[in-house]
């Protein structure tokens, strides 16, 4: 459902096992700099759409493959996806060590390509925050790129 206020910090804050029973493996300096501090005011419940990355690709090339109005994903509705398959069950993320990717506005009002991922069920997840112009070159043939509906 709808969160009316979303604390990224509160659940998404600190390595280790959180407060819903999520285990937060690592969080990437990245990541923590753009979310500090950051509050989403309302997360509608997550309808997004899922693509495979079929070949390889950049962040900024991932971006621009997606319309302007469909790129943003909050970080409260990745949170809604990572919390149901909190420890690898079936669902739309991936659980098997391949990246999910979302593009989210940081603190710094950029657009960012946020990748989460499972390592393994007792592994916990990962969060890596990585700017339009890193010059990574994502692997096609596995990963998934998730945008609204």
């Known amino acids: 459902g709808d969160i009316k206020k979303f604390r990224v910090s509160k659940v998404l804050g600190s390595e280790g096992i959180n407060r819903d029973g999520v285990k937060i493996a690592f969080?990437?300096?990245n990541f923590k700099k753009i979310t500090n501090g950051r509050v989403e005011p309302?997360?509608?419940?997550a309808k997004l759409a899922v693509y495979r990355?079929?070949?390889?690709?950049?962040?900024?090339a991932i971006a621009s493959a997606i319309?302007?109005?469909?790129?943003?994903t909050t970080f409260g509705?990745?949170?809604q996806l990572v919390k149901a398959q909190a420890n690898g069950e079936a669902g739309p993320l991936h659980v098997n060590g391949w990246a999910n990717f979302f593009l989210c506005y940081g603190n710094d009002g950029n657009l960012w390509?946020?990748?989460?991922?499972?390592f393994g069920a007792s592994g916990g997840?990962?969060?890596r925050a990585h700017p339009l112009g890193d010059p990574?070159?994502?692997?096609g043939g596995g990963h998934l790129v998730f945008s609204p509906k």
């Open 136 to 139: 990574i070159v994502w692997l």
């Open 125 to 127: 997840w990962s969060f």
């Open 27 to 29: 969080l990437g300096d």
């Open 53 to 60: 990355l079929e070949r390889f690709a950049t962040a900024r």
């Open 42 to 45: 309302k997360v509608r419940a």
């Open 67 to 72: 319309p302007a109005k469909k790129r943003v």
């Open 77 to 79: 509705q990745i949170y």
């Open 113 to 118: 390509l946020v990748r989460a991922l499972l």
